[in-house]
C-alpha cells in the first residue's frame, strides 16, 4: 500500500481538547475517568465524559443539526488548526475531491432518547421537535462535518460497533490509490447516551471502578466519548504534515458471535496479519501496539492470545482505554491519534490502571510509558459481531 500521510490531526475526549492536551495527559498517565453522574443515569460506574460540548454553538444556520454529537464533532474539528488545513486541501485540490469518512456507533441517539420522554401520551408519537434527519441519523455528524468545511466529495458513515473509525482509514486510502479523491477527512465522533450505558450494564460488562485492561482483576469497560479527526493525503511534498503516514490497513469479519470474540482472537489474527501485509512489514518490524484492550475478560484474553500468536511475546503493546474509556464508534480514530502521538512525541505510552497483569496473556504489556522513539506501531480495533480493524502507522523520513 502506498503511504497516505496524515496532514493534520485534531481531537477532543475527556483527556482535554487538541493535541496537547492529549499529548500531556499521556505521558502524565493520567486517568481521566470519572464516577457516573451523566445526565440521568443511576449506574455504579466510571466514564470518559468530555468537557465543554455544552458550551459548543452550532452556527445559526446550522441549527437543524444540533445534537450532543455534533457539538462534539464541533469541537474536536475546532482544534490544531485543523480547520485550516482542510481549507487548504480545498485551495489545493477542490472542494469534489476531499472526502468525508467517519465512525460513530450512535450518532445522536441522546436527543432521541430525550425526545421519547415527551411523546405523545395518547399517540406516542415523538415530539415535532425531535429532528432525526439532523441530529440521530447515523449520517448526521458526515452531512454536519461536509457542511461545516464546506465539502462536496463523497462522504460516508461507517458504523460496525468499535471498529468504526478505524475502518475508515482503509476505506480512504482505497479511494485516494484509486484517484477517485485527492484528500479525506476520516476520524469518529461519539458521544454518550442512556442506551450504551445501560445496554452495557445489562450485558454485565461495565465496571464499577475505572477500567483495568489486561489487569489480572479486570471486570469491564469505563464508556467514554470522544471526536478525532485526520486529514489524510497522498502528497506528502506538499505543505506541511505530521510526520506520520497510514502504511496499512487490515480488515476481516469472523462473525464468531454477536458479542463475545472468537476465544483465540482468529478475526483479530487475520485483521492484523493483512494490515501487516498491505504494510509490506513483518510482524518484528512492529515496535508497539496499541491493543483495543477494553478490560472486560473475554475480550483482553483473545486479543492477547491473537498478538502472541502473530508477534510472540516481546513486541510491546498496550491499551490507552484506562486513561480515555472505550469511546466505542471513536475509538479507532482516538487510538490511532494516540500512535501518531507516541511516534511524534518518541515514547511509548503505558497502560494505566493495570495494576498485575493477567498472567494468562504471554504479552509484553507496558505499564509504565517507556521513553523509546517507535517507528512502526500497530492499532487494533475490534467491534461486536467480529468486525475487525488493524491498522500499521510509521514515521516518515
Known amino acids: 500500500m502506498r503511504p497516505i500521510v496524515l496532514r493534520s490531526m485534531s481531537a477532543a475526549s475527556c483527556l482535554g481538547s487538541g493535541l496537547q492536551a492529549h499529548a500531556d495527559a499521556l505521558l502524565a498517565q493520567r486517568c481521566a475517568l470519572r464516577r457516573c ?146 484528500a479525506a477527512i476520516v476520524g469518529g465522533v461519539d458521544s454518550l447516551c442512556l442506551t450504551t450505558l445501560y445496554g452495557f450494564h445489562s450485558l454485565q460488562l461495565t465496571s464499577s471502578t475505572p477500567c483495568r485492561p489486561y489487569d489480572v482483576h479486570r471486570d469491564g469497560i469505563s464508556v467514554g466519548e470522544a471526536a478525532a479527526f485526520v486529514l489524510l493525503d497522498a502528497d506528502a511534498d506538499q505543505g506541511t504534515h505530521t510526520g506520520v503516514a497510514l502504511l496499512g490497513a487490515g480488515e476481516s469479519s469472523d462473525a464468531y458471535h454477536l458479542s463475545t470474540p472468537h476465544p483465540e482472537g482468529l478475526g483479530a489474527r487475520m485483521a492484523m496479519q493483512a494490515a501487516l501485509a498491505a504494510a509490506g512489514v513483518e510482524p518484528s518490524a512492529i515496535d508497539y501496539i496499541n491493543l483495543h484492550g477494553t478490560g472486560t475478560v473475554s475480550n483482553d484474553k483473545a486479543e492477547g492470545r491473537a498478538v502472541a500468536a502473530v508477534f510472540g511475546s516481546a513486541t510491546r503493546c498496550s491499551s490507552t482505554k484506562g486513561a480515555t474509556g472505550h469511546t466505542l464508534g471513536a475509538a479507532g480514530a482516538l487510538e490511532a491519534l494516540i500512535c501518531a502521538l507516541a511516534i511524534q512525541h518518541k515514547f511509548m505510552p503505558g497502560g494505566v490502571n493495570c495494576q498485575q497483569l493477567d498472567p494468562g496473556c504471554a504479552i509484553t504489556y507496558l505499564r509504565r510509558n517507556e521513553p523509546v522513539a517507535p517507528r512502526l506501531v500497530l492499532s487494533n480495533s475490534f467491534g461486536f459481531g467480529g468486525s475487525n480493524c488493524s491498522l500499521v502507522f510509521g514515521a516518515l523520513p
Open 37 to 182: 453522574d451523566f445526565e440521568t443515569v443511576q449506574l455504579d460506574t466510571y466514564v470518559g465524559e468530555t468537557a465543554g460540548i455544552d458550551r459548543e454553538r452550532l452556527p445559526a444556520a446550522m441549527a437543524h443539526f444540533e445534537s450532543r454529537n455534533n457539538r462534539l464533532a464541533q469541537l474536536g474539528l475546532s482544534q490544531d488548526g485543523f480547520r485550516e488545513a482542510v481549507a487548504g486541501s480545498v485551495q489545493r485540490y477542490g472542494a469534489g475531491r476531499v472526502g468525508v469518512f467517519l465512525g460513530t456507533s450512535t450518532s445522536g441517539m441522546l436527543e432521541t432518547e430525550i425526545a421519547y420522554r415527551s411523546r405523545d401520551p395518547v399517540s406516542g408519537l415523538l415530539p415535532a421537535s425531535l429532528n432525526y434527519a439532523g441530529s440521530h441519523n447515523f449520517y448526521s455528524v458526515a452531512a454536519f462535518t461536509r457542511e461545516l468545511l464546506g465539502l462536496e466529495g463523497p462522504a460516508a458513515i461507517v458504523s460496525t460497533a468499535c471498529s468504526s473509525s478505524a475502518k475508515v482509514f482503509g476505506m480512504a486510502a482505497r479511494m485516494i490509490r484509486v484517484g477517485l479523491i485527492d
